[in-house]
């Protein structure tokens, strides 16, 4: 199993960045992606980024100019580099893994809340 913390989420201006942060741990050898998604309330939650063990990276249209995710060579930390915030991107924002061999992302943190106001 894998365990994941998210942090980095507060309160920020529009057109201001953030930095989320999801630390992983357990069998962190099992990854073979991990992905930020996240859930406005009255929505559905959306898949933002993912980047998988080699490095190969996904973007939704709606931030692909915006958003950057990266992670350790390790797997034991992603990142979501936010920028040009507005305030549609408030949301709580999770982040979740994949396992080799599965098609799903199976592993989730317990979010962390984002609001764009000013």
């Known amino acids: 199993q894998v365990q994941l913390v998210e942090s980095g989420g507060e309160l920020v201006q529009p057109g201001g960045p953030l930095r989320l942060s999801c630390a992983a741990s357990?069998?962190?050898?099992?990854?073979?992606?991990m992905g930020w998604f996240r859930q406005a309330p009255g929505k559905e939650r959306e898949l933002l980024a993912s980047?998988?063990?080699?490095?190969?990276?996904y973007y939704a249209d709606s931030v692909k100019d915006r958003f950057s995710i990266s992670r350790d060579i390790a797997m034991n930390n992603v990142y979501l580099q936010m920028s040009s915030l507005k305030t549609e991107d408030t949301a709580v924002y999770y982040c979740?893994?994949?396992?080799?061999?599965?098609?799903?992302?199976?592993?989730w943190g317990q979010g962390a809340q984002v609001t764009v106001s000013s």
């Open positions: 980047i998988r063990r080699s490095g190969d990276t």
């Open positions: 979740a893994t994949q396992r080799v061999g599965c098609g799903n992302y199976d592993s």
């Open positions: 357990g069998r962190t050898i099992s990854i073979y992606a």
